[in-house]
């Protein structure tokens, strides 16, 4: 792969992992305020988009090898 291409998914990977990273916050933020609906569909979101970001990550380093 070309390394532009490699670095354009490495960019959507880290933005990806801050996502997940933000909906968790928000699923323990509307935890704490005894919200669990919401905090349930954060916390769901967050890890389907979890394993995407994973499975990018695998792609990006089979291309890097």
Do not use: P
Request: charged share 20%.
């Amino acid at each position: 792969m070309e390394r532009e291409n490699t670095e354009a998914l490495v960019r959507v990977y880290l933005t990806m992992q801050q996502l997940v990273e933000d909906l968790y916050t928000q699923a323990d933020n509307a935890a704490s305020e005894m919200n669990y609906n919401d905090a349930s569909v954060f916390t769901g979101q967050a890890g389907v988009l979890y394993i995407v970001a994973e499975n990018l990550g695998t792609v990006i380093s089979e291309h890097e090898e």
